[in-house]
């Protein structure tokens, strides 16, 4: 167990965190918004990319801030473009060593995914990214909007040993057997409204839990960019989760971060 898990320190006079889930390459004045970040308490922010594009600029913001910021190389279901496959497989596998997980991946079964990429397409480009994430040992975070069993089955399928179900909002039976595989689930700020989320927080087990922001996504307040969230809006996962936990936000703080600190490799 790491020693600033465990002893609960505090910067800016709040907890330590790690958003696990930011698409840093969405948010426009980024040295404002990191600086706001580790005014709040991070430590750390994994940055997702979706597609070829996404990814570069993620490798390019996680270098600009070198152990803060860490990168993790997807292809996101709504971007799968047949002709483009190959040439995003590709790029992921060449800079995967800078990777710390692989992810925006997964699985999207509404109406105007599966308009562009067609159940099968999407299943076949995920069994080729988790070969890729099995195959140098990173953690897979995963997209499973009412595609929430088939996600897991191919998760299992494939061998992942790390997994993320991300802003989970599905059954509890496939929860419950998403926690049995031993993977995680990371908790949104739509824990404090979302009633499958809260849902599904409330039965993860603390060691499998992580928070996260999916910024700059808006929470149930409408469309204005002045509420576009923030990696700083991981405090609202922490508060959320507590609550629903019935813990501290001490404890809950200590635990997420060494979760994330274990899976991600974070130092």
């Known amino acids: 167990m790491r020693k ?26 980024l040295d404002k918004v990191i600086d706001e ?34 990168p993790a190389l997807g292809y996101y279901p709504g971007n799968i473009k047949e002709a483009e496959i190959d040439a995003n497989l590709e790029f992921i596998k060449a800079n995967i060593v800078k990777a710390a997980a692989i992810g925006e991946v997964g699985l999207d079964y509404s109406k105007w995914v599966l308009a562009s990429a067609a159940k099968e397409l999407q299943k076949r480009v995920l069994r080729e990214i988790f070969k890729i994430a099995k195959d140098n040992d990173k953690p897979a975070l995963i997209h499973s909007r009412y595609a929430w069993r088939d996600a897991l089955n191919m998760a299992i399928e494939a061998h992942l040993e790390k997994a993320v179900f991300h802003w989970y909002t599905g059954p509890l039976s496939v929860l419950r057997d998403i926690i049995a595989q031993g993977y995680y689930i990371s908790a949104t700020p739509a824990v404090e409204y979302h009633e499958e989320h809260r849902q599904a927080i409330k039965e993860t087990p603390l ?17 204005a960019e002045e509420f576009k969230s923030r990696p700083a809006d991981v405090v609202r996962s922490l508060k959320g989760a507590a609550e629903l936990k019935g813990g501290s936000e001490e404890e809950i703080a200590a635990a997420t971060t060494e979760n994330a600190e274990r899976l991600f490799g974070v130092k």
């Open 4 to 29: 600033r898990a465990i002893t609960l320190l505090r910067r800016y006079g709040m907890y330590q965190l790690i958003d696990t889930h930011a698409h840093l390459d969405d948010i426009a004045d």
């Open 37 to 70: 970040a580790k005014k709040a308490g991070l430590i750390a922010i994994i940055a997702l990319g979706i597609d070829i594009a996404s990814n570069q600029k993620v490798l390019e913001i996680a270098a600009q801030y070198k152990g803060f910021v860490y």
């Open 207 to 223: 060691a499998q839990l992580l928070l996260e922001t999916d910024c700059p996504v808006v929470y149930a307040r409408g469309r």
